[in-house]
Nanobody
């Protein structure tokens, strides 16, 4: 069973930077998009950033210009560099990876890592 492992996270001061990383425990067959969602207490899970295997990216408006997502296709890893962190960035961050497509599409999820931002 493929697992997505997310070291990183932690407590950061507002205005600081943080890099989240995520690695698959084994190669994912027909891997597609990878990215990050986050969920703050009392709020719905929201997409933070995603990147396709071809390198196309999408960002939430709230992090656009402050964040950079990247991936290593050979290693099935994805990273998220976040700068100028704000208290509203505090949440549990989950990485994900899609595999397959159409009816056979499957999404793998990481266990989540806590990001706290002190003001």
């Amino acid at each position: 069973q493929v697992q997505l492992v997310e070291p990183g996270g932690g407590l950061v001061q507002a205005g600081g930077s943080l890099r989240l990383s995520c690695a698959a425990s084994e190669r994912i067959f027909s891997i597609g998009a990878m990215g990050w969602y986050r969920q703050a207490p009392g709020k719905q899970r929201e997409l933070v950033a995603a990147i396709t295997s071809g390198g196309s990216t999408v960002y939430a408006d709230s992090v656009k210009g402050r964040s950079t997502i990247s991936r290593d296709n050979a290693k099935n890893t994805v990273s998220l560099q976040m700068n100028s962190l704000k208290p509203e960035d505090a949440a549990v961050y989950y990485c994900y990876a899609d595999s397959g497509g159409g009816w056979s599409k499957h999404t793998y999820w990481g266990q989540g890592t806590q990001v706290s931002v002190s003001s």
